[in-house]
Nanobody, 118 residues
Framework: VQLVESGGGLVQPGGSLRLSCAAS???????????MNWYRQAPGKERELVAS????????VYADSVKGRFTISRDNTRKAVYLQMNGLKPEDTAAYYC?????????WGQGTQVTVSS
């Protein structure tokens, strides 16, 4: 299984970015059985959960710090997960990681850097 994030970069405060996570290697029909999460980790801080989406995409959960600004979505046909980030703030600066989880099984991507600065 491989998760590859993309879409990070440098953006000014108030700007937007859309992160993508492309999944591969999942046996046919199993990607939708995994909940998908976006985490982030800023320098000197612990990794924190940003957003989570259920396998079918019917349930989402967000960290309080991003509610109303970030939206997680998934396309099980394309085996992809997205994080639309609007109203970005300097405190959103971090490496963002995609994660797939089902029970005790968890996979991680390599991360994509998001920097919010003027």
């Amino acid at each position: 299984v491989q998760l590859v994030e993309s879409g990070g970069g440098l953006v000014q405060p108030g700007g937007s970015l859309r992160l993508s996570c492309a999944a591969s290697g999942f046996p046919t029909g199993t990607f939708s059985t995994y909940a998908m999460n976006w985490y982030r980790q800023a320098p000197g801080k612990e990794r924190e959960l940003v957003a989570s989406i259920s396998g079918a995409g019917s349930r989402t959960v967000y960290a309080d710090s991003v509610k109303g600004r970030f939206t997680i979505s998934r396309d099980n046909t394309r085996k992809a997960v997205y994080l639309q980030m609007n109203g970005l703030k300097p405190e959103d600066t971090a490496a963002y990681y995609c994660s797939a989880v089902r029970g005790a099984v968890r996979y991680w991507g390599q991360g994509t850097q998001v920097t919010v600065s003027s």
